[in-house]
Nanobody, 128 residues
């Protein structure tokens, strides 16, 4: 049973940076893909960035492309989200998610239903 634990959230001013981490309790290779999602109060959870574990191919939401970078450390079984030029609209709870290897390639790697393993989330607050 894989568990995911996020860390690195906090409060920053607009224009600042944060780096989120997601620690995987088992080998990161047990996942086909992993992703970061976020959820603002009163809004649906939305995909931010995804990465395929073996190929490291990435996908980004239009709203964060060019500002956020997703990466993994295969030796440490961790996924990261480097966030730059943060804006108030980036505020929310950020979740990491994993799709098991045997479920294969996701149809849309930024959709919630593609993932069935979730962390508890870490809060990011960006003030103007």
């Amino acid at each position: 049973h894989v568990q995911l634990v996020e860390s690195g959230g906090g409060s920053v001013q607009a224009g600042g940076s944060l780096r989120l981490s997601c620690t995987v309790s088992r080998s990161i290779y047990s996942s086909h893909s992993m992703a970061w999602f976020r959820q603002a109060p009163g809004k649906e959870r939305e995909g931010v960035a995804s990465i395929a574990i073996r190929t490291t191919a990435t996908n980004y939401a239009n709203s964060v492309r060019g500002r956020f970078t997703v990466s993994i450390d295969k030796d440490k079984d961790m996924m990261f989200l480097q966030m730059r030029i943060l804006q108030p609209e980036d505020t929310g709870t950020y979740f990491c998610a994993a799709r098991p290897w045997d479920e294969g390639v996701p149809n849309d790697p930024l959709r919630v239903p593609e993932y069935n393993i979730w962390g508890q989330g870490t809060q990011v607050t960006v003030s103007s």
